[in-house]
């Protein structure tokens, strides 16, 4: 949450494949934070 604007930010999966191609193009090697289940079928989606 951005607390000067109190609005939510939200990444469609589109914008996260998006984002992630860039990081890939730009060479950077980023980890991804695993909290529940969810988080995990999200990333194993992005990853076939």
Do not use: P, Y
């Not at 990444?11 to 934070?33: D, I, P, S, W």
């Amino acid at each position: 949450m951005n607390s000067k604007t109190n609005e939510d930010m939200v990444n469609t999966t589109g914008m996260r494949r998006a984002m992630a191609a860039r990081l890939q193009q730009l060479g950077v090697k980023f980890e991804l934070e695993v909290f529940d289940s969810g988080h995990l079928r999200t990333i194993l989606s992005m990853t076939g």
